[in-house]
């Protein structure tokens, strides 16, 4: 059973993959899987190559890397087009009976492995505040938020939605029952809990 939890920056996926690990999922992060990338060389000379004054030392200044593609859609293009292959294959290669996976970004070439979409819904302005209480400004905010996938556009693809207006202890609840019900689901069907191999 593989289960995908998307949803907007600042929107509480991370809390959502801490709630799954604890209903006993195998949890990936997308964007630690990226931070990892980061430290490997080989992934760092392809960033180099495509931008070339975020590398220095052999290592890449985030903070350089997001000013530039959050303010120009085709150089973030370039980015996901280095990194999303590599994400995507760590998460295709996981053979976990039971995975969630934390997506910040719509993966076309691993959503169609997953057997639930929970989608995670949040008001806008929760989002907002958030992202400034992570050290950006309410610009930056809303350039990351811009830069995704409308929420709107999430949820038409997710199979559950939770919604995450309320308190951190609703959200416990709230994420926990559709987790329950999905354990249940894959219970009934004990093909989609094998071990892969």
Not at 115 to 134: A, C, M, N, Q, W
Request: charged share 30%.
């Amino acid at each position: 059973m593989r289960v995908a939890i998307i949803g907007g920056i600042g929107s509480g996926k991370s809390e959502v993959l801490k709630i799954a690990k604890e209903k006993g999922f195998f949890c990936l992060s997308a964007d630690e899987i990226n931070a990892n990338l980061l430290v490997s060389p080989s992934y760092i000379a392809k960033i180099a190559s495509a931008f070339p004054t975020v590398v220095k030392d052999g290592a890449v200044d985030k903070k350089a890397l997001a000013s530039i593609v959050f303010s120009d859609d085709e150089q973030l293009e370039t980015l996901n087009a280095i990194a999303h292959p590599e994400i995507a294959k760590v998460i295709n290669e996981c053979a976990e009976p039971l995975v969630a996976a934390e997506l910040p970004i719509v993966l076309e070439s691993v959503i169609g492995g997953f057997d639930e979409i929970l989608f995670v819904s949040t008001p806008y302005r929760t989002r907002i505040k958030r992202l400034k209480g992570r050290g950006l400004d309410e610009s930056q905010a809303k350039a990351r938020m811009r830069a995704q996938v409308k929420p709107s556009e999430l949820k038409k693809i997710a199979t559950y939605t939770v919604d995450n207006s309320g308190s951190l202890d609703d959200l416990r609840v709230n994420a926990g029952k559709i987790f329950d019900e999905i354990l249940a689901k894959c219970a009934d069907s004990k093909d989609k809990c094998a071990k892969t191999t």
